[in-house]
């Protein structure tokens, strides 16, 4: 039989797992977004090119998933 805490605790990893499954990709375009943004507003010449990266792969990705449908 489990103890109260080790059953208490596989739930607690398994609500964080499903909160990282659901959350996980919009977290990462979003400071990829974010990061994009203060590259361009800093930075010169590298910053430029990865400012147009970090802010393209967002909208490609929207982009692609709005045409599966």
Do not use: E, K, Q
């Not at 489990?2 to 959350?23: C, E, I, K, V």
């Not at 919009?26 to 930075?43: F, H």
């Amino acid at each position: 039989m489990t103890s109260p805490r080790r059953a208490d605790h596989g739930h607690r990893r398994n609500r964080f797992h499903d909160a990282l499954t659901l959350w996980g990709w919009p977290l990462a375009l979003g400071l990829l977004s974010a990061s994009g943004l203060v590259s361009a507003l800093v930075s010169d010449d590298w910053g430029d090119t990865w400012s147009w990266i970090a802010l393209g792969v967002p909208v490609l990705v929207m982009g692609r998933h709005a045409l599966r449908r």
